[in-house]
């Protein structure tokens, strides 16, 4: 979200502040489900999902709460944390 409001002359007649909404990682890949297909890796817009001893790890630092992994796995092993 943008914000403006008024500013002191005369450098400017508004100033404005993009406020940035921060979120926690929601989603999280059920190990006992995952069959390590790869399928949520293939089509993560932001190459976060990585196989670590033989299962698929979200890295949370790297997420953007897309959804594209959940939406793509054919057994439902990512939900919303």
Do not use: H, Q, W
Request: include cysteine.
């Amino acid at each position: 979200m943008v914000r403006c409001f008024p500013a002191i002359p005369p450098r400017a007649e508004f100033a404005c502040i993009l406020e940035l909404e921060v979120s926690v990682m929601a989603y999280k890949i059920n190990p006992d489900v995952c069959v390590s297909c790869g399928v949520c890796k293939e089509n993560c817009p932001v190459e976060c999902i990585k196989e670590t001893d033989g299962k698929m790890v979200i890295n949370p630092d790297e997420c953007v709460d897309c959804g594209t992994c959940a939406a793509n796995c054919p057994v439902n092993a990512i939900d919303p944390a």
